[in-house]
Nanobody, 122 residues
Framework: QVQLVESGGGLVQAGGSLRLSCAAS????????MGWFRQAPGKEREFVAV????????DYADSVQGRFTISRDNAKNTVYLQMHSLKPEDTAVYYC???????????????WGQGTQVTVSS
């Protein structure tokens, strides 16, 4: 089992940057692919980015490709989401999630953090 805690959210102007972090408990962090998802009010949870167990493979939603970068530090049990050129439509609660399998489908993920709010003002 793994517990996840996100941090780094906040209020930023359009065009700005934020870096989200997700710290995982336990000693098996490298057993899990890690994903970032987001959910805006009144909308379904959507895929943002995913990284494989050792970071060799990543994938991104089309809406964030080229603006967001997912990375991980297995020595620190932490996954990051660096976000640049933020837009008002990026406003959402951002969640990190863990699963043994590399997947873009939020329904596959076994473990979730509590989320961190990102608000982008125009």
């Amino acid at each position: 089992q793994v517990q996840l805690v996100e941090s780094g959210g906040g209020l930023v102007q359009a065009g700005g940057s934020l870096r989200l972090s997700c710290a995982a408990s336990g000693r098996t962090f490298d057993s899990y692919a890690m994903g970032w998802f987001r959910q805006a009010p009144g909308k379904e949870r959507e895929f943002v980015a995913v990284i494989s167990r050792y970071g060799g493979r990543t994938d991104y939603a089309d809406s964030v490709q080229g603006r967001f970068t997912i990375s991980r530090d297995n020595a620190k049990n932490t996954v990051y989401l660096q976000m640049h050129s933020l837009k008002p439509e990026d406003t959402a609660v951002y969640y990190c999630a863990a699963d043994p399998m590399f997947s873009l489908d939020h329904a596959r993920y076994s473990y979730w953090g509590q989320g961190t709010q990102v608000t982008v003002s125009s």
